[in-house]
């Protein structure tokens, strides 16, 4: 029978367990009454694999949306720390809403404020603030590499799983079949036994 500890499978570096290759049906169903539990595990894993794959996507695609805003972000704090003091103050346009700009002059300055989320704000030197976004932009980076190799991951263990599931199948008719013919060889024998009439 399928054997689902998952304190001894193999995982990826972030912990996905592998699907099981099944290379003989033989070491995962010794008979046929084994062959619905079996199948009916394979499809429970190829579920919560398709589950992570959705919620895998849906984080790739936040952090996709979220470096180039990182990305301008650390522009503007490395454009700001080129910046002089006593220099003319630089006009700029700033979007308020998604259709609304403002114009603003903004002087040569030693710190800048940052959105961290959850409506919150904080003024950082411009040094810290380039750290902390650079470090930032790295770590969403990392994320999105990660992201896309446990999306091929994945994919490739619901694949696996959608081979051993019609690997099951396929021997359970196998199976069936052999029965069959050996009952009609039965039958036939037994035919030959019984005297007509």
């Known amino acids: ?5 998952s304190k001894d499978a193999p995982t990826n ?20 009454a084994e062959v619905d539990g079996t199948m009916k595990s394979f499809q429970e894993m190829i579920s ?8 895998t996507q849906r984080r790739g695609a936040g952090l996709k949306d ?21 220099s003319d103050p630089i006009e700029t346009t700033f979007e308020l809403n998604d259709t609304l700009y403002a114009k603003a002059l903004v002087p ?27 470090s930032k932009l790295s770590a969403a980076r990392q994320n999105l590499t990660n992201c896309e190799e446990d999306l091929d991951f994945l994919r490739e ?9 019609a690997r099951v199948y396929n021997w359970d008719v196998t199976q ?17 036994l019984i005297p007509n009439g």
């Open 13 to 32: 570096p972030r912990g996905i367990p592998h699907a099981p290759f099944v290379d003989r049906v033989e070491d995962y169903v010794s008979s046929r």
């Open 66 to 86: 979220k470096i180039p805003d990182i990305q301008k972000s650390l522009d503007v704090v490395q454009f700001l720390k080129t910046q002089k003091p006593g």
């Open 48 to 55: 919560k694999y398709q589950f992570m794959e959705v919620n």
């Open 108 to 134: 040569a300055t030693d710190e800048v404020y940052l959105w961290l989320g959850a409506n919150v704000m904080l003024s950082y030197p411009i040094s810290e603030a380039e750290t902390l976004l650079e």
């Open 176 to 192: 069936k079949r052999k029965e069959k013919a050996e009952h009609g060889e039965a039958e036939v024998d037994e035919r030959k």
């Open 157 to 165: 263990q619901i694949t696996t799983l959608e081979v051993a599931t």
């Open 1 to 5: 029978m399928l054997n689902n500890s």
